[in-house]
């Protein structure tokens, strides 16, 4: 496990210290594919161990505590070159967005992209929203839609679409996560920025 490295689906954590930075992890496995933190493992794949039940306890307390809803998450310990080292097994939450409380104490939603947690999107918590719904339901293409898709020419961020779509930005994100969900746009994350465009 260690020699894959950290990718979408596996984080280190040297030590736990924080349970609300652990919860970002725990959050974004949870909204996107699930995932292991290896906990005990460097950045660069050396053992550090776990060293106390206090760091275990705080694991337990970002899934617990510190995710709402709660998030699922097995706990196995194993033992290694005389270190402890937990792997911390988060499968993906039916129940999205799964969202960790930060410093401040406010609730964010976080994704998985490759190696990095992210905060999610107000289109992804409007897609997550849209995806609880019957899947026979349909999308009715209207006027608003068609401006949409008017500018939508090339990828572009939240903001520039509502700005040229003149569309008041809740309606932009309910349509843009429902054109989404039809696979008629497609997002990508790209230089620290979530750009949209049609498929």
């Known amino acids: 496990m260690i020699r894959e490295g950290e990718h979408q689906q596996q984080d280190f954590k040297y030590r736990v210290a924080d349970a609300c930075k652990l919860a970002k992890s725990v959050s974004a496995f949870a909204n996107t594919d699930g995932g292991r933190l ?14 106390s ?5 705080m694991m337990h307390q ?10 699922s998450i097995k706990f196995d310990t194993y033992h290694v070159d005389g270190r402890n080292i937990v ?52 999308i009715t293409y209207n006027d608003d839609i068609r401006r949409l898709l008017d500018v939508i020419q090339s990828p572009m961020t939240l903001n520039q679409i509502v700005r040229m779509s003149r569309l008041p930005r809740h309606k932009v994100i309910t349509l843009m996560a429902r054109l989404i969900r039809f696979g008629t746009l497609r997002w990508e994350y790209t230089n620290q920025q979530f750009l949209f465009s049609q498929l």
């Open 62 to 71: 970002a899934a617990y505590k510190y995710c709402k809803p709660e998030a």
């Open 53 to 57: 039940e206090e760091e275990i306890y």
């Open 87 to 138: 792997v911390a097994t988060v499968p993906p939450s039916t129940k999205r967005p799964v969202c960790a409380l930060d410093e401040e104490n406010r609730l964010r939603a976080y994704i998985r992209i490759n190696d990095e947690n992210i905060v999610a999107s107000p289109v992804h918590l409007a897609l997550w929203r849209e995806s609880q719904k019957p899947q026979g339901a349909m």
């Open 38 to 51: 290896l906990i005990g493992v460097r950045d660069d794949g050396h053992l550090s161990g776990v060293r």
